[in-house]
């Protein structure tokens, strides 16, 4: 099982491009989430997909769309890329029982400039 | 919302020795989850130890154990026999007790095991 995984590992950008970050699992998991990091921070949730065919906004949903696209495969999209989501993005999985472990992906570097 | 504070931004720890990190978290749920997650410098975030809210018991596993205070919101992390490769920044989160639980992370401590 390759777990969670994620793609690309690195991007920069310029200022007001368009880019998707690609995330799928493959442990059957019902449930995948988008978080950030930003330096010397925790991670903070962007959104979330409950179980395939939803999506809901989390703390910071501002600037990105997601999309649910089948229950492996969770994207990220940035419409207009600016310097502030210059970040690290985690993608995690969980199985849909309550207070089940998220497994997170390796993580992407997203630098915009 | 939920918040977690996590009030000790760098640790350190000679190896073998024990050490304990700090984690309270303010919410108005009962029903809940707490965490603790390891971040290596591979960037991997890694599930250290998970305590349910309705136990009373303290969760542990092997070297890692928690204290669970629930009526103070406090959710500590003690490792013992600290080694090596336990240099990590550590994040403390709360899952709310619903199928969704999202997870709300803390800021970090970062740990430092010195030979």
């Known amino acids: 099982n390759a777990g969670v995984t994620q793609t690309p590992k690195f991007q920069v950008l310029k200022t007001g491009q368009s880019m998707t970050l690609q995330c799928a699992q493959d442990m059957n998991h019902n449930s995948m989430y988008w978080y950030r990091q930003d330096p010397g921070m925790g991670l903070r949730l962007i959104y979330y997909?409950?179980?395939?065919?939803?999506?809901d906004k989390g703390e910071v949903p501002n600037g990105y769309n997601v999309s649910r696209l089948n229950k492996r495969e969770f994207s990220l999209r940035l419409e207009s890329a600016a310097p502030s989501q210059t970040s690290v993005y985690f993608c995690?999985?969980?199985?849909?029982?309550?207070?089940?472990?998220?497994?997170f992906g390796p993580g992407t570097r997203l630098t915009v400039l | 919302a939920q918040t977690v504070t996590q009030s000790q931004p760098e640790m350190s720890v000679q190896e073998a020795e024990t050490v304990t990190l700090s984690c309270t978290y303010d919410?108005?749920?009962?029903?809940?989850?707490l965490f603790w997650y390891k971040q290596p410098p591979s960037r991997q975030m890694i599930l250290v130890i998970r305590q349910e809210a309705y136990k009373q018991q303290n969760a542990t596993e092997n070297r890692f154990s928690v204290n669970f205070q629930k009526a103070a919101k406090s959710f500590s992390l003690k490792i013992s026999d600290s080694q090596l490769g336990d240099t990590a920044m550590y994040f403390c989160?709360?899952?709310?007790?619903?199928?969704?639980?999202?997870?709300?992370f803390g800021g970090g401590t970062r740990l430092m095991v010195k030979p």
């Open positions: 995690a999985s969980k199985e849909g029982l309550a207070g089940s472990e998220q497994f």
């Open positions: 989160a709360f899952g709310r007790g619903n199928a969704g639980n999202m997870l709300t």
């Open positions: 919410t108005s749920e009962n029903n809940y989850y």
């Open positions: 997909s409950a179980s395939e065919g939803t999506t």
